[in-house]
T-cell receptor
Framework: NAGVTQTPKFQVLKTGQSMTLQCAQDMNHNSMYWYRQDPGMGLRLIYYSASEGTTDKGEVPNGYNVSRLNKREFSLRLESAAPSQTSVYFC????????????FGPGTRLTVL | AQSVTQLGSHVSVSEGALVLLRCNYSSSVPPYLFWYVQYPNQGLQLLLKYTSAATLVKGINGFEAEFKKSETSFHLTKPSAHMSDAAEYFCAVSGAGRRALTFGSGTRLQVQP
């Protein structure tokens, strides 16, 4: 049981480049989330997916897009990376709603030059 | 909307001393409250969770937290700190909409020998 896995672990991009962060969970959870973590700001929600086929914006969605590919996978895409998107990105999943325990992946450390 | 305030971005205690990490929340509905811990270069893991069943919640590794509605607080305590408790701790709330968590900015706990 791997839990929540994220790829890649590290990435360096140049301004304007695009990339997709991958997330998968093997716990048969319905809900999945993308957060970014910046020093002194805690975790901020970028997008979430309450169930397969649905996605909703969180607190800081600008510059990002998401795809809930199936029940297991939830990807985050940066179409044109900016230095302000330098951050650590965490994917999480939970059985259903926001009241359930969320399980986190190990994170992706992204630097945009 | 809901919010979380964690007082003190850094807390330092001696090994064996009491640990007290403060969390105050605001929510327009009865909240669900969480404490998560993040060890260096890892994702977050759940310490404990309040879901209105009992005001004193016991978690893993000897931590506990007490929900005080009148003070809108959910402080985390541990009677005796261990070196292994050194980590960053996040308080989070699930409030109106119950869709996702809102995190505080985190408190880094340092344990001195």
């Amino acid at each position: 049981n791997a839990g929540v896995t994220q790829t890649p672990k590290f990435q360096v991009l140049k301004t304007g480049q695009s990339m997709t962060l991958q997330c998968a969970q093997d716990m048969n959870h319905n809900s999945m989330y993308w957060y970014r973590q910046d020093p002194g700001m805690g975790l901020r929600l970028i997008y979430y997916s309450a169930s397969e086929g649905t996605t909703d914006k969180g607190e800081v969605p600008n510059g990002y897009n998401v795809s809930r590919l199936n029940k297991r996978e939830f990807s985050l895409r940066l179409e044109s990376a900016a230095p302000s998107q330098t951050s650590v990105y965490f994917c999480a999943s939970s059985e259903s709603s926001g009241t359930d325990t969320q399980y986190f992946g190990p994170g992706t450390r992204l630097t945009v030059l | 909307a809901q919010s979380v305030t964690q007082l003190g971005s850094h807390v330092s205690v001696s090994e064996g001393a009491l640990v007290l990490l403060r969390c105050n929340y605001s929510s327009s509905v009865p909240p669900y409250l969480f404490w998560y811990v993040q060890y260096p270069n890892q994702g977050l893991q759940l310490l404990l969770k309040y879901t209105s069943a009992a005001t004193l919640v016991k978690g893993i590794n000897g931590f506990e937290a007490e929900f005080k509605k009148s003070e809108t607080s959910f402080h985390l305590t541990k009677p005796s700190a261990h070196m292994s408790d050194a980590a960053e701790y996040f308080c989070a709330v699930s409030g109106a909409g119950r869709r996702a968590l809102t995190f505080g900015s985190g408190t880094r706990l340092q344990v001195q020998p």
